[in-house]
């Protein structure tokens, strides 16, 4: 009498194949996408900004130039539009070095403030606050916030907000005073900027519907 085959599902040499294949397709991968992320967060550099080369994390020097933020139909998302024309802050064209320094102390003071125990930056952080990542094209700054501070410009007005938030009542939950001198205010609003130009695959969405909404009239929603 013939002997019965059993079936592959009950065999222990097969699901001992399997995993070993499935681990390796899994490590190989792993090892792709690890190089791709990194790949894909490496900061520009500003010979790459000058001649049009897009990052998804521009070099510091982008805050020397306008910034907007569109929605893409080809990507189906929103996505930040660098340039061409300047746009300058504080009334200064910044070096690549002097860039980096002050986006450096931006982030070493938010760390440092712990901005993210209330706001969110980059998708991580607290939901008490409104969210920072694009905090820069928000519209009041430009629209409302000169007036309100007793400034001419919008990166002043964001300076002055930052020094004394307690002055000005923006938002039902007010931001206590922190202390913020003012070399740390400005180099925040050198990060907010940056961060503004980040491309982060449409977050946070509807950014800029809420955008044209204020343009047109409406009220900016956060």
Known sequence: MAKKQA?????ISF????????TGFATILLIWLTFDTIGQIRMG???ELVKGIKRRVPAPTVVNYKI???YDAKRG???PVIGPQKQPLFGKELSPKEASEMLHLGKLTSQA???MDCHTLLGNGGYYAPDLTKAWLDPMWEKTMPAITNTKTKEDAMVAFLMHPELFATHARRMPNLGI???E???LVVFLKHMSSIDTNGYPRGFSKTVEQYKAGGTYAK
């Open 15 to 22: 699901w001992r194949r399997s995993a070993a294949w499935v």
């Open 45 to 47: 550099t500003n010979d």
């Open 7 to 11: 079936s592959v599902w009950t065999s």
């Open 185 to 187: 205010a400005k180099a």
């Open 181 to 183: 001198t003012k070399k």
């Open 77 to 79: 998302l929103e996505a």
């Open 113 to 115: 403030k712990n901005c």
């Open 68 to 70: 907007g933020y569109k």
